[in-house]
């Protein structure tokens, strides 16, 4: 049995945010670790493309419906590529392939009664294209979203969901590993305590029209769920390409947020059973991307655009820091102090410094090529046991989906290799040029860094590469298990390349992506050329000086703290760039209307002013 792995399908109606980036990159780590075992994986994500809330924005943006998809896809593709993720295929609900098997799906469970017509009446939330009764509304608001719902009675289409509350329990209680975390198993079934309604599966062409067809009823499209939920095995072939299909179905895991659980732990397992396939065996619901408190979303305005991120840090960067720093199942914080912290700590000075500190030892003290070990004494004996045992203990990890306790593994024998590099001392074996235990220290140092970073590939990728070459180590060989419990594989003779460091400190951002401001934000400030006609001092004070300016026709006073830097007299004729439309404020009972720029770098002061003659009022900009 392959193994299947999925995502979500992303709505394109926004751009991809941190939150997608997550899920892409842990499917893709999944994947990349089980691969190291030597099977086969298949990994799947994609683009949800129906939907009222798409054809509204498309619409305001002047595009049909598909040529805005066609844009935004694009996007999330360049952002998978940036990320590094190597999926398998990418479906868009869009697609021939797509639409035939939703429509073969509908058809099959209408003509067994499994989808009737009925008439709905009720109410009705548009943004979320969802149907809510009268007892799930919150103060008369959508429950979900808190926005204004309208009461709507309309003949629709159901899908027999109640039929099969019964069944759903009973799977969930005989499967402990259907739904994880046990806190998001235990959710469902709290869910799944009140009566599950039908669901209504049909939307009227005349209020929405994109969307796929019912095929027993031109006048309505499917609902947008109903639909996206049927990529994961119309990506498969399923009814048109069954010997594929029965190769990779039931998926092995199917990554959601926490958000989209009901429909897919509810609605969907319903809907295979009814169409008679298994359920997927695994189910991990993620939590979410914090700032601060709140979630990060697009209709917040608090989003962290994540390929800025991995241009700026680094792709394997950025892939290290989403999965250290999420416990699967819990909500992580996201700021880029903490990713920097993360990232100066853990790859800076403890795999960075050990990967320069041993090459640069290896180049100067043993030519550059990897030495030829001779008797291992105890403390390299002991860091050879921590590396196998390491190895173990990540898979072991991985298999319980617990990355961030594998990661901190990983980090536990790069530790320790620093303390290795700390405690045999190599810079004294040199010196007193005891040079067959210099070469054992400085083999098993490169062996563990092998095998740390081989653990690691998953997760960093490129990383991987770099430091297998620069070990010297010129196989492509696929990343495997049994490579990282092997001792010895790096070849005495091999030549190592030192390169520029693979992780240079970063320096605590000084603005941080969510705070830069927008264009319209700096066009508020009115910066002009003014120049000073009268200056003197403040009385009693050394730094200020009360300036009269000439604004173009205008006059004006202001109150400056230069006076440590600058006498009055040679300010007075200077040219200088203030900003004018600051509130006035009063200093030492003095008026001032408006601020001079200065430039300045610890004690230092200078003022800023055009670089010509200028006719004062002109505008900066
Ligand atoms: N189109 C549906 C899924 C259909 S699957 C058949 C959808 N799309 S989405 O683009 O809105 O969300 C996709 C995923 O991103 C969801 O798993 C959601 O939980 C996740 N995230 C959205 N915001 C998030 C965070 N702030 N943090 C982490 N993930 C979050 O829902």
Request: hydrophobic share 40%; charged share 25%.
């Amino acid at each position: 049995m392959a193994f299947y792995i999925t995502t979500p399908l992303y709505y394109v109606n926004a751009e991809p945010h941190i939150g997608h980036a997550y899920t892409t990159v842990l499917a893709d780590v999944l994947a990349r670790y089980h691969k190291m075992g030597g099977g086969e994986a298949f990994f799947l994500t994609g683009t949800d493309e129906h939907g009222q809330k798409l054809a509204d924005t498309a619409k305001k943006k002047g595009l049909s419906p598909l040529k805005f998809c066609d844009q935004m896809v694009e996007k999330f593709k360049e952002l998978w590529e940036v990320l590094g993720i190597e999926y398998d295929d990418f479906i868009r609900t869009t697609e021939e392939r797509h639409e035939k098997v939703v429509k073969a799906v509908l058809a099959d469970l209408y003509q067994r009664g499994e989808i009737y017509r009925g008439e709905y009446d009720g109410w009705y939330c548009v943004p979320d294209e969802r149907f809510w009764t009268e007892k799930d509304l919150v103060d008369g608001r959508c429950p979900d979203c808190g926005r204004e719902v309208i009461k709507l009675s309309e003949p629709n289409y159901f899908f027999r969901m109640s039929a099969y509350q019964e069944w759903l329990v009973e799977y969930i209680g005989a499967h402990p590993d259907f739904i994880l975390p046990p806190s998001r198993r235990n959710e469902v079934l709290g869910f799944l305590k009140k009566p599950l309604g039908d669901l209504c599966i049909s939307r009227p062409k005349s209020r929405l029209g994109w969307g796929i067809e019912l095929p027993f009823d031109p006048d309505y499209v499917c609902y947008v769920w109903f639909d996206a939920l049927l990529n994961y095995i119309s990506a498969l072939g399923y009814l048109f390409d069954q010997e594929r299909f029965t190769h990779l179905w039931p998926a092995r895991y199917q990554l959601i947020g926490k958000d989209i659980l009901t429909t897919h732990a509810v609605y969907w397992p319903i809907m295979l059973k009814a169409i008679g396939l298994d359920p997927p065996q695994t189910i991990i619901a993620h939590g979410w991307w914090l700032t601060g408190e709140e979630k990060m979303s697009k209709s917040l305005g608090n989003v962290v655009n994540p390929e800025d991120l991995a241009n700026l840090y680094g792709t394997d960067s950025f892939r290290y820091f989403l999965i250290r720093e999420m416990t699967l199942g819990q909500d992580a914080n996201f700021t880029q102090e903490i990713l920097v912290g993360r990232l100066n700590s853990d790859l800076a000075n403890d795999l960075g410094n050990l990967e320069s500190r041993l090459l640069k030892m290896v180049d100067g003290w043993w030519e550059g090529e990897i030495p030829e070990p001779g008797d291992y004494l105890e403390e390299d004996g002991e860091l050879k046991g921590l590396a196998f045992q390491v190895a173990g203990r990540v898979e072991e990890l991985v298999g319980k989906l617990k990355l961030d306790e594998a990661i901190e593994e990983i980090f536990r024998l790069v530790r320790a290799t620093n303390r290795y590099l700390e405690s045999t001392s190599p810079w004294r074996l040199y010196k007193e040029a005891k040079r067959e235990r210099l070469g054992t220290v400085l083999y098993t140092g490169c062996e563990a860094l092998r095998v740390a970073s081989l653990l690691l590939s998953p997760v960093m990728p490129q990383t991987y590469a770099q430091i297998k070459e620069r070990l010297g180590m010129e196989e492509e060989v696929a990343p495997c298990w049994d490579d990282a419990r092997r001792w010895g594989l790096l070849v005495p003779g091999s030549k190592v390349r030192r390169g520029k460091p693979l992780f240079p400190r970063i320096k605590p951002p000084k603005q941080r992506v969510e705070e830069l401001i927008s264009w319209g934000e700096f066009k508020k400030i009115d910066l002009r050329i003014a120049q000073v006609v009268e200056a003197d001092r403040v009385v009693g004070t050394d730094k200020l000086l009360r300036l009269k300016i000439d604004l173009g026709g205008e006059l004006r006073q202001i109150v400056a703290g230069v006076g440590h830097r600058y006498s009055p007299k040679e300010l007075v004729g200077k040219q200088i760039v203030v900003v004018a439309n600051l509130q006035p404020a009063t200093i030492k009972g003095i008026e001032s209307q408006g601020m001079l720029l200065a430039a300045t770098s610890g004690e230092d002061l200078v003022l800023i002013g055009p670089d010509g003659s200028i006719p004062p009022g002109a505008k900066v900009e």
